[in-house]
């Protein structure tokens, strides 16, 4: 992924530390120094109280209007609120009720009293003080198990938070661009837009085909916009380039066009109906103009899967886009393994996750016979898939982890996956309300995507394996 796409997502985390009076204020600073410091090592963008008072901490509840105010000014994606002390419970749940976004608290934990028998933080004790008045003020929360700030279970949780909370950043501003209609055929990629619209705040952006046709032969003739450059770095990036000089052009100026029309919508993602008009109006498939947009954080999936596009976005999101994904067709069981899947498209998965000394070409699609497709196995290594669907008002994130595995060659852009047990993951996409269609990003991103749920109201996760009941022990640090 382009280090530009990362820095563009980076969170930036509103930093809310919190102490009661009738605690040491001594002790509270000392937490406070020390917990901004770790911060400082995760490399994320923060916003602190340091211009609120001479503690920069949070402990008088008419404090909390004037906070919200600026971090809702600084944009903050997410705040975290650690307990310096027991907290002061009214003031957090104030601050947080009017950011509304994703919080995290989090408290370390006490050392034993002192010999004369005090405490000087009751930290613990004040945790379950505010996450009762975030409970009654309707504000949903993530929370670190009571640790020590140096241990896994700290930097487990905090990670997760800050890729759950990127995840929901992404959902919530989401615009996803159709280029034409639905294949006829496949009613299972239908979705209601104006659902989208008024349960999600998800925006469709449509354009005809004519539209990007029109767009691609302009660049084509005037022979700018980069096309020389794009067309070299393909036959740069390639092994194997197996089509004629007019299709490659074709292809780079299809990237390009659907490039130019995203950036100028602010689209986050792009659904395409690529077949089969495509080919009848500009002669090439669309997979590796696609995979190569996909690969540079813009996701663009097949027959104009709006869900699909959705799924992207937020998958690439929790996994902090240090990797693109890859869209794929759940296709056919494993020959000799009965837990493994293949997961393929036609040519669509980016060229950047190409396995190590693969086979990789530009080549023609293998059903429709015209150039412009993927022909290369993609790494393997672990792998998260998920499927944002819904059927009859009711939506789900289906989610869980694999592992990539040898397998027979295909043709077209493919990884084999392993499953702990694949048959309760077939079961999932059979009952539904999924399809055949899934998003897979590599690495262990379920949990993320888990706790992202909680702050996306009408959206239901639904993993697989891991399953609720393990997602939450790895939470709290088992």
């Known amino acids: 992924m382009p280090d530009e796409v990362r820095e563009k997502n980076r969170i930036k985390l509103g930093f809310a530390p919190t102490r009661r009076n009738v605690m040491s204020r001594e002790e509270a600073q000392r937490i406070k120094r020390k917990v901004e410091d770790k911060v400082k090592t995760y490399g994320i963008k923060y916003v602190n109280l340091d211009w609120l008072n001479e503690e920069g901490l949070l402990y008088g509840g008419h404090d909390s209007d004037i906070a919200a105010t600026r971090f809702i000014g600084e944009n903050v994606d997410a705040v975290f ?3 310096c002390n027991f907290g002061t419970e009214d003031a957090v749940a104030k601050l947080a009720k009017k950011v509304g976004k994703p919080l995290l608290l989090w408290g370390p934990r006490d050392e034993g009293p002192s010999p004369d028998g005090y405490r000087l933080r009751d930290t613990q004790c004040g945790m379950f003080a505010t996450s009762k008045v975030l409970g009654r003020m309707g504000t949903p929360f993530t929370y670190i198990t009571n640790c020590d700030i140096e241990t896994e279970t700290f930097n487990r949780g905090f990670k997760n938070f800050v890729a759950a909370a990127s995840a929901v950043k992404a959902f919530k501003n989401l615009r996803i661009g159709q280029i034409s209609t639905r294949p006829g055929a496949f009613w299972s990629v239908i979705c209601n837009e104006g659902e989208l619209l008024e349960r999600f705040g998800i925006e469709i952006v449509p354009v005809t085909l004519v539209d990007i046709e029109k767009d691609v032969f302009s660049i ?5 916009d980069g096309l020389g450059d794009t067309m070299e770095g393909i036959r740069e990036k390639m092994g194997v380039v197996a089509v004629d000089e007019e299709s490659l052009k074709k292809i780079a100026a299809l990237k390009l066009a659907v490039r130019h029309w995203a950036d ?3 689209l986050s993602a792009v659904a395409m109906q690529c077949w089969s008009a495509l080919q009848k109006s500009l002669g090439i498939a669309a997979c590796f103009a696609n995979g190569e947009l996909t690969g540079e954080g813009l996701p663009v999936t097949c027959e104009t899967d709006i869900h699909g596009a959705v799924t ?3 998958a690439q999101a929790a996994a902090m886009y240090e990797s693109p994904v890859f869209f794929a067709d759940l296709t056919v069981r494993h020959p000799a393994n009965d837990n493994a899947e293949l997961l393929w498209h036609c040519g669509n998965f980016p060229h950047s996750l190409l396995k190590d000394g693969a086979f990789n070409a530009l080549d023609g699609h293998f059903d429709m016979q015209c150039p412009g497709a993927g022909d290369f196995e993609i790494k393997g290594g672990d792998i998260t898939i998920s499927r944002f669907d819904g059927i ?4 789900s994130l289906l989610i869980g982890h694999g592992k990539g595995v040898e397998g027979p060659k295909n043709k077209g852009t493919y990884v084999w996956v392993e499953f702990n047990d694949w048959p309760a993951w077939e079961e999932k996409f059979i009952y ?3 399809i055949h269609h899934c998003v ?3 690495g262990r991103t379920a949990p993320a995507l888990y ?3 909680r702050y996306i109201p009408g959206l239901k996760p639904d993993p697989v394996d891991p399953d609720e009941t393990e997602i939450r022990k790895y939470l709290r640090g088992k």
């Open 451 to 453: 706790e992202a749920c």
């Open 264 to 266: 100028s919508e602010g």
């Open 392 to 395: 009859n008002g009711e939506y």
């Open 312 to 314: 992207s976005v937020i």
């Open 220 to 224: 084509i003739r005037e022979d700018d």
């Open 432 to 434: 539904g309300p999924y």
């Open 81 to 83: 609120v650690p307990h």
């Open 440 to 442: 897979g990003v590599h």
